[in-house]
T-cell receptor
Framework: DGGITQSPKYLFRKEGQNVTLSCEQN?????MYWYRQDPGQGLRLIYY???????QKGDIAEGYSVSREKKESFPLTVTSAQKNPTAFYLC??????????????FGPGTRLTVT | QKEVEQNSGPLSVPEGAIASLNCTYS??????FFWYRQYSGKSPELIMS??SNGDKEDGRFTAQLNKASQYVSLLIRDSQPSDSATYLC??????????WGAGTKLIIKP
């Protein structure tokens, strides 16, 4: 089955610790995205990547880092510099077109709680 | 600032009726529009995409786009309790990134 996997589903960390969230896709999509969702709010873009070894900051990149060493993988590190890291993190992927936007498909998400 | 606006709801609709969800966007350059359904605690699931003015139908779902009025809507016919969810509207910006609305919570009452 083609799809996007995220692990773990739930993650608990102490304040001051860095944590890495995994995202893998086997859809052969070029573009991958990380979003954050807080209760009652829409999705906010953290980072995105349209090609291997390249990525761009989204609207709320401070305190986060990413890498894109393989087409299939786009891990997100939440660093201790992120002031309010507790949230629902969503990874998505899409095809890329020069003429427009293809649909984004989401993984199941990782719910991070930092205390 | 480019925005997508949705009424947060909740929108309560009797089972079997038509649910109408609305969304407005501020960026006249937006080319693509998407409706996602999100159940509580789950990730968003794409249900409709629309790129041209007019209506697009898929089963019980119809998306409507009016670029002149910067308005996109989603109609759900024969609403079922399983349609109860939050519906997210999104449009593309000039960099082909998605701008998201905060979502409308829909409740279908049996």
């Amino acid at each position: 089955d083609g799809g996007i996997t995220q692990s773990p589903k739930y993650l608990f960390r102490k304040e001051g610790q860095n944590v890495t969230l995994s995202c893998e896709q086997n859809l052969n999509h070029d573009a991958m995205y990380w979003y954050r969702q807080d209760p009652g709010q829409g999705l906010r873009l953290i980072y995105y990547s349209q090609i291997v070894n390249d990525f761009q900051k989204g609207d709320i990149a401070e305190g986060y880092s990413v890498s894109r060493e393989k087409k299939e993988s786009f891990p997100l590190t939440v660093t201790s510099a992120q002031k309010n890291p507790t949230a629902f993190y969503l990874c998505a992927s899409s095809r890329v077109s020069t003429g427009g936007m293809y649909e984004q498909y989401f993984g199941p998400g990782t719910r991070l709680t930092v205390t | 600032q480019k925005e997508v606006e949705q009424n947060s709801g909740p929108l309560s609709v009797p089972e079997g009726a038509i649910a109408s969800l609305n969304c407005t966007y501020s960026d006249r350059g937006s080319q693509s529009f998407f409706w996602y359904r999100q159940y509580s605690g789950k990730s968003p699931e794409l249900i409709m995409s629309i790129y041209s003015n007019g209506d697009k139908e898929d089963g019980r779902f119809t998306a409507q786009l009016n670029k002149a009025s910067q308005y996109v809507s989603l109609l759900i016919r024969d609403s079922q309790p399983s349609d109860s969810a939050t519906y997210l509207c999104a449009s593309t910006d000039s960099n082909y990134q998605l701008i998201w609305g905060a979502g409308t919570k829909l409740i279908i009452k049996p």
